[in-house]
């Protein structure tokens, strides 16, 4: 039996000791006035038993984590239709780069960078009554938690300067892979990626996809090939152009935040939140990074 | 002595002969109405003799052409500054990539393609008190005619399915290089690509280009380093990525626009406007091209 | 307990029925000679039980695959150093193409793409005594198989035909990530990817790969990381640009090349190999491809 | 009338106080060793009255200027077929960037960079009995000198370090646009490319395209399409990415080369050549580049 609670005690140690902390993100001005000595992380296992270290129960942006609920839902309403306007393929390239989208006609790599995520926006704006409203409750069903919310300043504040997410959104929109407004579609995407939550709570709205699509109550969200494909599209596009060095040191599904948070399972076994807000030259938090290799490492738990 | 007049209604007649007419950008909605068979041409000389054939009085949207008229605004106001916010090398690429900007970190490769004037506009925006009158104003006065006036159903047309131009200008606004918003700058933009103009009034527009900065009643309005620098753009940069066939089979320093106008002229010599709403493959006047190309075949004048 | 066999037969009836069965691979051609028509597969569990179908005794060029043989013998040798010349992330492009080296300044994106595999083919020319010899007796041992061979028919042909690796090496040597001479690279390169097996040697020979390094006699040829990120890096890297859709669809490691075989493995349980010539539209075997996503469906096993 | 001794002796005062003389191309080991502190210049007009400042009669290679020698005898040779294997647009990228050519499968921007040059110099070798010797008398013929010779250490040292001229010259033949062996053909090409000339010679050699394709003595090598399309080329590609710079600075159709000469010419007017081997960023020789834009500054003399 593995010690989890003792690896995350030694994890968070190491982390407050580590001298470089990594930046936050600036260009969203509501993120950066987060301290950066934050670090939590919490593990639940297959058997719903839960460890935390550090401040696991405080609450922070979710941020580009939110792609993978999103991307969730989307296939629960319309499932395989969705891979007729995004791919599932790497980008190799940084998260805001629309070079490829130009090269691709306008049919992004994968739901988990911003082009992709902005597609998948835009179905669920096609497809709920009432967008926001509908996912919120869609995450706060999966998660077995009402008080999961928006941070509406963070929404306004990226609404604010979210330049790169308008002009992926109108170059989107210019190969008629948009359906509905640029404004509209961006206002759903923003409100979403500022969803806000612990590291305890990103641990229970994940456990479905450790679970074969069953949340921590036992309702099934997702079929089985849905969960298996997202947790392979996590994988291997969940850290931008770094996902290739995290499957490599790390060796698990997972998908990282601006905020600072990363989420990472190994299907049957565990899953884990980590939440510390600076980040490294990637956009990806560097004390999380380097919690997750520990975690595997002390662990020699991976999928490989 | 040339027989320009000669030469033109040869021109307008192999264009009304030709078969292949091209086809209209119905990117553009309210263009893509305009019907294919016009073809017009006037040519001023030095002396302001003026010489004609076909359709040269009809007025249509400038689109691109108007590139240059903001450009040279810009520089009777802030001159050399203006290079610091934008390049003076061809794009090497099609007009509305904006795969360039992202490797360059926001700076437009010219000021003649789409990315680059908007900056231009943004430029423009910020100097001038009423953005719209004020550049209206300042063509109507170097082509020394009131008439000249927007054309209000091209600048909304272009507005509600612009959305390339929104990409560039919210990207341009990511990298720090748009000092004000997007929709006011992109408005301002909008209304000057939809300048209406025959081909006669091209060339009084244009006769400062080959006469030193001076426009036909004799006032400057730039300098002589000015007008070689922006005659220079013309013929690296004013036919988007077919800018080197134009200077290899032409041989003049130009500007084509969406609308099916081209702008062509020879310092000291001549000034030459075409219009024929039919494009090729490439955005650029179908009649147009093959016009300007016989006509410096025959009078065996060019740059080179 | 799985019925592998009845799974095999299963699979070997839907190939030999499947119509449309790709096409070779004419850029080499001695590969263009070999029938379409062929398909075979084995797999091979962690107790070493074997399980075949159709040809899976015929030996045919591995080709790309051999890739992960040559990054395995460089990683015994000199280790972590292998990461200071090549990186570990998708390409996200096309297997041929070198735009991103001169991008990343010589930085191979990762070793399983022909640029990356040549600087670790310069690698094992300068660690290696006989390099030819050397890497045969590397292979054969891992595989516990000395009738393992290279196909000189096959080196030759690519020799005389293989422009873009000529390129590539050249590319690499003006950056300064080639330390020998291209010609003596190349000529192990080429002589690497002719080695010729079947399905069942395939399968012998990365049989180390599930069971953490060690081969079927027990002997350790790697260390448990670097099974886990040569796992990993099949994962995220060993199928070109659909390198994602193979994740998705089938959730195993695993590596193909242009021969048209393929080995697939899930760590501690099995490693399967299949070979059918005819390539799919991204340079992957058709029907091999179809064969594992049947095996992972059927099963349901897969890494996620 | 013009002053032009007197200018070209401010030219040759003011780089000699010049301080930053910029680098030489060390890529060329030979090139390496040629002292930053030489500069000369040489000018012919249509008359060939001949004016000349500082080290004008010192030779040295002229590298990328060959290039337009090498298209001028292809011209000559094969007339506009020569046009179905190079296209004539700017490249908008460094000169060694291979990128575009596979964007472009294998047809190279234009003549003037390194692959479009490499496909011209396989023509030559296609057409040609003997041809380095049959290039060399025409480059003899062209400037009525016969004592115009290759320096073949410089041939020597380019063909052991060219490594991305073979990447290019494989990449053309994995295209299928490269006729001849590559070794063939880059022997033929750096043998080209080491040609050696003071200014004064280059002058005389370009002395045909102010000419309308007649040389000095009055014999025709040109049509005069032929000249007024090679002269449109320089002025658009004959920098590399600085094409556009220098049309805009100095207005003048013109090559220059690593080895630090630079020539330029006004149609009907004057050819001027000058030499210094410091190099700016963009790989044009920084003396060169100020003294030409001093020429025009000065004497108001362009094409604009």
Chains 1, 2, 3, 4 share one sequence.
Not at 172 to 197: A, E, I, T, W
Not at 263 to 269: F, H, Q, R, S
Request: glycine share 8%; with cysteine; hydrophobic share 40%.
């Amino acid at each position: 039996m593995i010690d989890f609670q003792g690896v995350l005690v030694a994890i968070n140690e190491a982390a407050n000791n580590e001298k470089e902390k990594g930046k936050s993100a600036d260009y969203i001005p509501e993120l950066a006035k987060v301290d950066l000595n934050n670090f939590g992380i919490h593990l639940i296992d297959i058997q719903q038993k839960n460890f935390s270290a550090g401040n696991s129960d405080e609450r922070f942006s979710i941020q580009s984590i939110s792609k993978v609920l999103s991307l969730s839902m989307a296939l629960s309403l319309i499932g395989e239709n969705v891979w007729e306007r995004v791919d599932v393929e790497p980008s190799g390239d940084p998260f805001n780069h629309l070079s490829l989208l130009e090269l691709e006609n306008g049919i992004p790599r994968n739901p988990l960078i911003n082009p992709g995520a902005i597609v998948i926006a835009d179905i669920l704006v096609s497809q709920l009554k009432n967008p926001k409203e509908d996912f919120l409750a869609f995450v706060r069903n999966i998660a077995n938690d009402d008080t999961i919310a928006y941070d509406l300043d963070v929404a306004k504040s990226e609404k604010r300067t979210g330049f790169r997410n308008f002009a992926a959104a109108n170059l989107l929109k210019s190969y008629g892979n948009l359906n509905n407004d640029v404004d509209v579609v961006l206002d759903f995407y923003f409100h979403q990626c500022s969803l806000s939550m612990s590291c305890a709570q990103l641990t229970s709205t994940f456990f479905l996809f450790i679970n074969h699509g069953k949340c921590k109550r036992n309702n099934i969200f997702l079929t089985k090939p849905q969960v298996k494909r997202i947790n392979a599209l996590m994988l291997t596009c969940g850290f931008y152009d770094e996902s290739g060095e995290f499957a490599f040191e790390v060796g698990l599904p997972g998908k990282s935040g601006v905020g600072g948070g990363i989420v990472a399972l190994l299907p049957n076994k565990f899953c884990v939140a980590t939440w510390s807000p600076g980040l490294n030259k990637k956009g990806n938090s560097k004390l999380g990074m380097l919690a997750l290799e520990k975690l595997t490492t002390e662990t020699e738990l991976s999928i490989f």
